[in-house]
């Protein structure tokens, strides 16, 4: 017989799942804005500079999200 998770375990479970869904969007939306800088005739470097860290920042921020995601799953 297996217990199911707390409910405060469910809730913590759902915001990190939240959060990791926010961070994919901004994620995507943040690729699409790099695409667009990349394909200008006169690209702005500053700005694919800026959204090159913000990509970054955010694929460091979605992967730390998964990882405690997937281990309160095994919890």
């Known amino acids: 017989m297996s217990a199911s998770p707390s409910p405060s375990i469910q809730s ?4 990190v799942a939240h959060r990791w869904r926010i961070t994919s969007e901004r994620l995507a939306a943040a690729r699409y804005r ?3 800088l990349h394909e200008a005739e006169v690209p702005d470097i500053h700005e694919l500079r800026r ?3 913000i990509i970054h920042d955010l694929e460091l921020e ?5 990882r405690e995601l997937e281990s309160s799953l095994r919890r």
């Open 12 to 15: 913590s479970q759902a915001a």
């Open 51 to 53: 959204t090159a860290r």
């Open 34 to 36: 790099f695409q667009l």
């Open 62 to 66: 979605r992967g730390a999200l998964g």
